[in-house]
């Protein structure tokens, strides 16, 4: 069965800090992975997808996402976090055979300090 | 407008009764998802729809829960006898693509529409 899990319930960094949102998935077959984060009382936002090829992907707003198949982590990064980037963000993984249906982790608040 | 529009933004229900919630795609969008949001939870998938063909419904809780796109394009979300674990942000999807060439599309959300039963 597919899972997603995001260990961390809230992450808090300063400003102009890297910053890191943890993601591990299980999915039979190679995996599709997506972040999309949410703000308050809006839907969710696509960042960036993972489907085949450079482990490093890059998306919107600097944010970047890395890959790793061995470790079965798809691990949201942005070198240096505004106090904007404060909000609710959620990894997402759908197999390719198969099923239609996407599975959400339960979500990671981010907390960016002035 | 550009982006996936949801109706209403806000329902409050009485434990019974019937609601009916609307989603207007992008136009064009070939595939759509209905999700469900419980209170400090991620979007549970419900139900996708390729054109007005239901491929997947294996996330509906119940047979009180219904979709349609008879068109192919705005889809409306129907919960009969609601209950008051029905109460969560119900969360409309779109994607350009459908079947498997649309999997690995972005999916574009609406705001949703906050069900509270009461």
Do not use: M
């Amino acid at each position: 069965a597919q899972s997603v899990a995001q260990p961390e319930d809230q992450v808090n960094v300063a400003e102009g800090n890297p910053l890191t949102v943890k993601c591990t998935y299980s999915v039979s077959g190679n995996p599709y992975l997506f972040w999309y984060v949410q703000y308050p009382n809006r839907g969710l936002q696509f960042l960036l997808k993972y489907i085949t090829g450079d482990n490093l992907v890059k998306g919107s707003y600097g944010f970047e996402a890395e890959f790793n198949k061995s470790q079965t982590s798809f691990h949201l990064k942005k070198p240096s976090a505004l106090v904007s980037d404060s909000a609710l963000y959620f990894c997402a993984v759908r197999g390719q055979s198969g099923t239609y249906k996407y599975i959400f982790g339960t979500g990671t608040r981010l907390k960016v300090l002035a | 407008g550009a982006g996936v529009s949801q109706s209403p933004r806000y329902k409050v229900a009485k434990r019974g009764q019937d609601v009916a919630l609307r989603c207007d795609p992008i136009s064009g969008h070939v595939s759509l998802f209905w999700y469900q949001q419980a209170l400090g939870q991620g979007p549970e998938f419900l139900t996708y729809f390729q054109n007005e063909a239901q491929l997947d419904k294996s996330g509906l809780p119940s047979d009180r829960f219904f979709a349609e796109r008879p068109e192919g394009s705005v889809s409306t979300l129907k919960i009969q006898r609601t209950q008051q674990e029905d109460s969560a942000v119900y969360l409309c999807a779109s994607s350009l693509a459908g079947g498997r060439g649309g999997s690995n599309q972005p999916q574009h959300f609406g705001d949703g529409t906050r069900l509270s039963i009461l």
